[in-house]
């Protein structure tokens, strides 16, 4: 993220949206850094506890509840968006919806980074219900369950942002051991700028 500020502080930008900002925390780092903060969440208690932070911190976030897959900002209001973890959460056609809303929602020369399940990840690999070819429900204890998953490989990556130019791609690789099996988590960070 401290990447991104100081990029985006070079690039001149101003406008931020942090997608499926939960509590707040980029959010509050992003507008202590100097940026106009916008912050949409689906929960309302994330939202409620993010805007008693701001709060607390003195700063003066927008925050809102709503849907990614609508985004309520007008076109072309915002110079860059942060979705970190949050629209690998539905199905392809999901994926792509939150995709157009979001290259509708940036300025041109707009910047987006986000991050995308990773076919590599021991989760699609796993004998879960098929929704597409890209998507699996997660069955297992904890928050996720019942919750769709979708998951890319680098050539679906390049045919979803073909309305950006894509500046940087990296898969990131997370280990964890859960009940003496080793699960590998693998993410695709996406960093594109919107023609």
Known sequence: VYYLINR???EHMQNI????????????????????TYGLDLSENAINRAKQWSNDC?????????????????DEMMDAIFAYYVISHTDTKGVIKILKQINRVLKSQGEVYLTLGSKDSWGFKENWPIVDENTKIRIEDGPDNNVPHFYADPQLIYELFSDFDILDVRQIEKIEQVNDQIKKHHHYHVLAKKR
Do not use: A, K
């Open 8 to 10: 985006w502080h070079q």
């Open 17 to 36: 949206l942090d997608l499926g900002c939960g509590i707040g925390r980029h959010s509050i780092l992003f507008s202590q850094e100097g940026f106009t």
């Open 58 to 74: 003195g700063l003066n976030i927008d925050f809102i509840v709503d849907d990614m897959i609508n985004l309520p900002y007008n």
